[in-house]
């Protein structure tokens, strides 16, 4: 076996995993997991942002839970912005309320599909 062969085999081993990005509350009774950070504006639409919200039932008790969405465009590097350059612009600002939910019409989900092939022992 020569180098190459080694080069390849060691490459194949170590594949990248999933990058799952989470924010928490300081206490952890509320926590949002996204799966990129990072979204496409096509002009007509942007990239679907999906995630989810873990909730504290017990913590949250009767009040609601909102998600605040900040959407920014960056179009320079972090060091200028350091110099005190602003090279990002605020383009959209959302709030959706994510606990309780409102209703579920235009949700669209995939946990029906996935769970009964996953251990749902219900049917």
């Known amino acids: 076996m020569d180098n190459e062969d080694l080069e390849m085999n060691s490459e194949e081993v170590h594949k990248p995993g999933t990058r ?13 997991y996204l799966g990129k950070r990072d979204f496409m504006d096509h002009l007509t ?15 949250v008790r009767n009040r609601k839970v909102f998600v605040h969405l900040l959407g920014a465009f960056w179009y320079g590097r972090d060091e200028v912005d350091l110099l005190g350059l602003n090279y990002h612009k605020d383009l959209c600002v959302m709030t959706k309320q994510v606990y309780p939910p409102i209703s579920s019409k235009g949700v669209k989900s995939y946990m029906p599909t ?6 749902d022992t219900n049917e």
């Open 45 to 59: 639409h942007v990239d679907p942002i999906e995630g989810v919200v873990l909730v504290d039932p017990d913590y």
């Open 20 to 32: 799952i990005f989470k924010k928490s509350t300081p206490n952890g009774k509320l926590t949002i």
């Open 114 to 119: 996935v769970l009964p092939g996953n251990g």
